[in-house]
């Protein structure tokens, strides 16, 4: 069965680095999307992606986080200047969107560290 | 506004039945589902429901809803310890998942 891919599974990392989390979704589905959940918390949606351009983002998709496809496997969400708050396990997710089904098919995270 | 209310905690015993509850405020998403989230992995698709339909049967899984009250409920037969896990309800609105905060289910052997 097909499924999302993330790597890596975990990045630990210093504050004020950059860092570049990527996933590979579904290979026939059309919308990507990056979710977030902080240690404790809900699961909180970032972003969506569709046809190479963002569809929406929320507040805490602020400038120190892109999103890019840069070929056609490839999703990465990367944040510029890492801060302690960006500590979380961050979600890709992507599906087609044939019809009404809108189900989202998860990756199994990155967890992400910042020191 | 979105918001999604589940319980934090439930312990059974292996072998008994575990009943997860969920409320929602918003009533337009077509699909309710159910997420399950083991230790250090990510979220697995359990089951969903289509928002027309009462109840879906799917092996071990039972999902009732209650579309007048905003109520889903995932009813797990026969309790597993390898059931133990965060299960989250989430519903979708314009492509956007909104979940639960998760009920942490601890089967006991």
């Known amino acids: 069965e097909p499924e999302v891919t993330q790597t890596p599974s975990h990045q630990v990392t210093q504050m004020g680095q950059e860092v570049i989390l990527r996933c590979v979704p579904i290979?026939?589905?059309?919308?990507f999307y990056w979710y977030r959940q902080i240690l404790g918390q809900k699961v909180e949606f970032l972003v969506s992606?569709?046809?190479?351009?963002?569809?929406?983002k929320s507040e805490i998709f602020d400038d120190q986080f892109s999103v890019e496809r840069p070929d056609g496997s490839n999703f990465t969400l990367k944040i510029r200047s890492t801060k302690l708050e960006d500590s979380a396990m961050y979600f890709c997710?992507?599906?087609?969107?044939?019809?009404?089904?809108?189900?989202?098919?998860f990756g199994p995270g990155t967890r992400l560290l910042v020191l | 506004g979105e918001d999604v209310e589940q319980s934090l905690f439930l312990s059974v015993r292996e072998g008994d039945s575990s009943v997860i509850n969920c409320t929602y405020t918003?009533?337009?998403?077509?699909?309710l589902y159910w997420y399950k989230q083991e230790p250090g992995a990510g979220l697995q698709l359990l089951t969903y429901?289509?928002?027309?339909?009462d109840m879906k049967q799917d092996q071990r899984l039972t999902v009732l809803l209650n579309k007048k009250d905003k109520h889903l409920s995932l009813r797990i037969a026969d309790t597993q310890t390898g059931d133990s896990a965060i299960y989250f309800c989430?519903?979708?609105?314009?492509?956007?998942?909104?979940f639960g905060s998760g009920t942490k289910l601890n089967v006991k052997p």
């Open positions: 997710a992507s599906n087609l969107l044939a019809g009404a089904d809108e189900t989202q098919y």
């Open positions: 290979s026939n589905h059309l919308y």
């Open positions: 992606f569709y046809n190479n351009e963002i569809s929406e």
């Open positions: 918003d009533s337009s998403s077509t699909y």
């Open positions: 429901i289509f928002s027309n339909m």
């Open positions: 989430a519903y979708v609105n314009f492509n956007k998942f909104y």
